[in-house]
DNA sequence: AAATGTTCTTGTGTATACAATTATTTGTGA
DNA sequence: TCACAAATAATTGTATACACAAGAACATTT
């Protein structure tokens, strides 16, 4: 899984380690490996100019993301994502979020809805501006911010791992001006169960939420979402 | 998220980083260290008996985890797992038990079942002797051998994670004849709706299975469950 | 010609050496 | 004695070297 928080990708930037991890992994989810390619260490590390020790820590770590397959004393495989597989994870998702929302009623911090406040408020004027980057880039901090409020470390961190591995996807479902201003709608029903502590309500809301989402990838046609924007 | 799969661990066995990476998850979640300590690479490998290197992985793998945390430049620290964790663990598991249970409705193979059938009638076997080792290792083997039946990889990964994080606990709720027996008769009657493809039913009983274990640990007291036995 | 054994190549697994960074101690001046 | 700076020690980060395993190609034997 993933990193963790905010924090430690932010230290890991400076490190070789997490440049090579970081940069197989956008290779990976952005199809730019071909399914159960062969990933060798040596010709990795050249292409990069490091030394395998670093790359082969990255590789280890994708193992345990379950995007590359070890097979000791042979070789490091491409393992990707399956569009069933992104499937999966909407639907898990769906359960996860509510449960987050339900508990974000009870621990979010006044500090958390400021936050979400203002992501909310910005989301609406980028949407009227089609600007879309921003519209993905706040969506993205209002999900974070929710996983965050939860007050679970588990959960924020399995949903925070899924978040990211859908997020090709979910940056092209967020590029029709239809399906953001929806989306800001009901992340902004959402924030007022989570003020109002009415937890089934919310528990619900973000259920719906992402069941959507999946509604809208259904008709938009999962395969071409999955490609290259 | 962690190993993935019982082929890929069985492989791990016979590398260095596999068994050191073990090593030090066992060690950790049975208490073996103090929150937060420091772990440093050298006394590591000098007390395993090997070089940096494997011990390097081996931390990496469990940062992803989440049982270890890494700052750069600076050294390994153990996050360990808090019984707010375990808590939060069961409850997700609660969910997604249950959703497993309705997706193995769809995609449970006819082998699956045997395999399972067969846990059953050997559980109440070992529970009437009262064999407690017996008894988890089927207990394991029933939620495992339904991981995989959901037919999805995703959801089979991170149940089997959880599923492993909360072995201590889960052992110890075993042993008591009581739980043992009525936790053996909710996995007959998930297996029935299964076989029976009735999902709802499926999901709400494997969900209640959980949320009696929970129930069952607020009893006992968490805090003692998570006790060495 | 088929099966078996042998070497050679390729790539990973591990160990060690060195560089960079951070923490600690020591020394100096006010 | 305290503050602060410089030197020193400890620890991680990276690079490189060598050992080992697996598989392919080729030779050998029946």
């Given at each position: 899984?993933?990193?963790?928080?905010?924090?430690?990708?932010?230290?890991?930037?400076?490190?070789?380690?997490?440049?090579?991890?970081?940069?197989?992994?956008?290779?990976?989810?952005?199809?730019?490996?071909?399914?159960?390619?062969?990933?060798?260490?040596?010709?990795?590390?050249?292409?990069?100019?490091?030394?395998?020790?670093?790359?082969?820590?990255?590789?280890?770590?994708?193992?345990?993301?379950?995007?590359?397959?070890?097979?000791?004393?042979k070789g490091a495989y491409v393992t990707g994502i399956?569009?069933?597989?992104?499937?999966?994870?909407?639907?898990?998702?769906?359960?996860?979020?509510?449960?987050?929302?339900?508990?974000?009623?009870?621990?979010?911090?006044?500090?958390?809805?400021?936050?979400?406040?203002?992501?909310?408020?910005?989301?609406?004027?980028?949407?009227?501006?089609?600007?879309?980057?921003?519209?993905?880039?706040?969506?993205?901090?209002?999900?974070?911010?929710?996983?965050?409020?939860?007050?679970?470390?588990?959960?924020?961190?399995?949903?925070?791992?899924?978040?990211?591995?859908?997020?090709?996807?979910?940056?092209?479902?967020?590029?029709?001006?239809?399906?953001?201003?929806?989306?800001?709608?009901?992340?902004?029903?959402?924030?007022?169960?989570?003020?109002?502590?009415?937890?089934?309500?919310?528990?619900?809301?973000?259920?719906?939420?992402?069941?959507?989402?999946?509604?809208?990838?259904?008709?938009?046609?999962?395969?071409k979402l999955m490609k290259k924007h």
């Amino acid at each position: 899984m993933d990193n963790y928080n905010a924090n430690k990708e932010e230290m890991d930037k400076y490190s070789l380690r997490g440049k090579v991890f970081r940069k197989i992994r956008e290779d990976i989810l952005e199809g730019n490996y071909s399914e159960m390619e062969e990933l060798r260490e040596a010709a990795i590390s050249k292409s990069l100019g490091v030394s395998r020790t670093p790359v082969r820590e990255a590789l280890r770590q994708l193992e345990l993301e379950g995007l590359v397959t070890i097979v000791p004393n042979k070789g490091a495989y491409v393992t990707g994502i399956t569009s069933k597989d992104i499937y999966d994870i909407y639907i898990i998702r769906s359960y996860l979020e509510g449960l987050c929302a339900k508990w974000a009623c009870e621990h979010i911090t006044e500090e958390q809805i400021d936050t979400l406040e203002e992501i909310i408020y910005l989301s609406e004027f980028h949407i009227q501006k089609e600007h879309w980057d921003q519209i993905f880039e706040l969506d993205n901090r209002f999900h974070l911010t929710m996983y965050e409020a939860c007050g679970s470390k588990i959960l924020e961190h399995i949903l925070s791992d899924y978040h990211h591995y859908v997020e090709r996807v979910r940056k092209n479902t967020l590029s029709s001006k239809e399906r953001a201003r929806k989306a800001s709608e009901e992340h902004k029903a959402i924030l007022q169960s989570v003020k109002d502590k009415d937890e089934a309500r919310a528990e619900r809301l973000a259920n719906d939420h992402i069941f959507k989402s999946i509604a809208n990838i259904k008709n938009q046609g999962l395969e071409k979402l999955m490609k290259k924007h």
